[in-house]
């Protein structure tokens, strides 16, 4: 059985006082959920605070370096991280594919460097709008995965994560539909099974991120190959996320 994971990628947002009433809210309403993996990507500064709050939820950083240490100024390593309690990190988010121009073989090289701290890859994949209005969403995705994380060994892709996240509803309000979500999430799931396994395909959670928010989690999160949600506005809302959370 795989497993069910809701995570709220904070982004670039929250006060340090902000961030703790936010991750001390969700752990306390987190007493009576079972069976769903919570976790949280806060801005990295705040990590090593949070790290001291006992929680169910895991910690997760936005981002690293996928270096060891060294003159890289203003960077966080994946040793760093890793040293202050991180279990997940995000790689390939879309936000960071545009805005900081990260290409297919970096995050190839964050996924490396990810796995070989023990940390947990959430690899986000997605199309932007042109590529979804000219019907090449599933090549556009598929070489994605292809380029970035199949590489990877039977071993190795069996601990990470995929989060579909399509562009055009990141932050936008405007969600895939089930239909949308769920054929993409199985188009995923056969190719985890033509590059690896069904058994593999089978354990992979594959989550789904784009304006999912307490109102359509429940139905998100209702189709076969949907395991859960990466959430991003939504998640600063301690009620909001415990409703996604409680969605299954
Ligand atoms: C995200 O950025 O990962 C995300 C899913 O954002 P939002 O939920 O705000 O669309």
Not at 13 to 41: D, G, R
Not at 195 to 214: D, M, Q, R, V
Request: aromatic letters at 10%; charged letters at 20%.
């Amino acid at each position: 059985m795989r497993k069910k994971i809701v995570a709220g990628n904070w982004k670039m947002n929250l006060l340090n006082a902000e961030a703790i009433k936010l991750f001390t809210e969700i752990t306390t309403s987190l007493a009576t959920v079972k069976n769903v993996e919570v976790l949280a990507f806060p801005p990295s500064i705040y990590i090593s605070e949070l790290s001291l709050i006992e929680s169910k939820i895991g910690l997760g950083a936005q981002n690293f370096y996928p270096k060891d240490k060294g003159a890289f100024t203003g960077e966080i390593s994946t040793a760093q991280i890793k040293n202050i309690g991180v279990t997940h990190v995000l790689i390939g988010h879309s936000e960071r594919r545009a805005y900081f121009n990260e290409d297919h073989s970096f995050l190839k090289e964050k996924v490396n460097s990810a796995l070989d701290y023990s940390l947990t890859p959430v690899f986000c994949c997605g199309e932007p709008l042109e590529i979804r209005e000219s019907n090449t969403e599933f090549e556009y995705v598929k070489n994605q995965l292809i380029e970035s994380l199949f590489h990877l060994n039977e071993t190795d892709i069996q601990k990470c994560v995929i989060a579909y996240e399509p562009v055009w509803a990141i932050g936008t309000g405007r969600t895939a539909t089930v239909e949308q979500a769920e054929a993409m999430h199985a188009a995923i799931r056969s190719w985890l099974k033509e590059y690896y396994n069904e058994t593999i395909a089978a354990s992979i959670s594959i989550l789904y991120g784009g304006s999912c928010n307490a109102s359509n989690a429940k139905e998100l999160f209702s189709n076969p190959n949907v395991d859960g949600g990466l959430i991003g506005g939504a998640a600063l809302d301690a009620t909001s996320f415990l409703q996604i959370i409680k969605s299954f």
